[in-house]
């Protein structure tokens, strides 16, 4: 069975504290993405990964893939209010683009 | 503006009453797909679409049913809805690359429905 496993699922942070979260996949696939997600709102794409060792930055955050480990991880730096919300990682299996599973998803909130 | 739209934004019905959730793409993408999104579970496929008139089950198919007549048009549809299903919908579509090139997928607003 297919598993996609991300932690924490809550995550409570001070401003200006740096985190990492962690997405685990139980197949293989060289593709894997990060999705934001604001409460009440839909998914907002953040990063795409597609094949091993590689590393996208974007501001605060920053995302890699090692897909022998099966394991991607986002890192928060110096977080700030701004990036509370809901981030999810999701695996192509196929490796066609399209077939996405996702993983349960990592609230994070950022206290002043 | 590039766009997946789905109607309706909010939707109270009741149990056997048959509803249609209309999804629609701007993008001339050839791949949408169906997900449902429930607390400590994520999102999970219902169904997807590589093309006109070619759909598929994703992971949780049962009581639920699509059509692609259009190419930007994917409604999903419940025949008979039950307390079950309620949950928050997403709609997304996405360009079909084949062993090359991935792409992020664009999510609609989601709809969210309560099933009584």
């Known amino acids: 069975e297919l598993k996609v496993e991300q932690n924490p699922l809550f995550l409570s942070m001070q401003e200006g504290k740096n985190y990492t979260i962690y997405c685990n996949y139980s197949?293989?696939?060289?593709?894997l993405y990060w999705y934001r997600q604001d409460p009440g709102k839909s998914l907002e794409s953040l990063f795409v990964l597609l094949s091993n060792g590689a590393v996208k930055q974007e501001g605060r955050l920053m995302a890699s893939l090692d897909t022998k480990a099966r394991l991607s991880t986002l890192h928060i730096t110096a977080a700030v209010h701004d990036l509370s919300a809901t981030y999810f990682c999701?695996?192509?299996?196929?490796?066609?683009?399209?077939?996405?599973?996702f993983g349960t998803g990592t609230s994070l909130t950022v206290i002043p | 503006e590039a766009q997946v739209t789905q109607n309706p934004r909010y939707l109270i019905t009741v149990t056997g009453k048959k509803l249609t959730v209309t999804c629609s793409q701007n993008?001339?993408?050839?791949?949408m797909s169906w997900y449902r999104q429930d607390p400590g579970l994520g999102l999970r496929q219902i169904y997807y679409s590589m093309n006109v008139e070619v759909t598929d089950k994703g992971d949780v198919p049962e009581g639920y049913k699509v059509s692609r007549k259009e190419k930007r048009n994917f409604p999903l549809i419940l025949e008979s809805p039950s307390p079950n299903q309620t949950s928050l919908y997403f709609c997304?579509?996405?360009?079909?690359?084949?062993?090359?090139?991935?792409?992020?997928?664009?999510f609609g607003q989601g709809t969210r429905l309560t099933v009584v």
């Open positions: 197949t293989t696939s060289d593709r």
């Open positions: 997304a579509s996405s360009p079909l690359y084949w062993g090359g090139i991935g792409t992020e997928a664009f």
């Open positions: 993008m001339n993408h050839e791949y």
């Open positions: 999701a695996v192509d299996i196929l490796n066609t683009g399209n077939q996405f599973y």
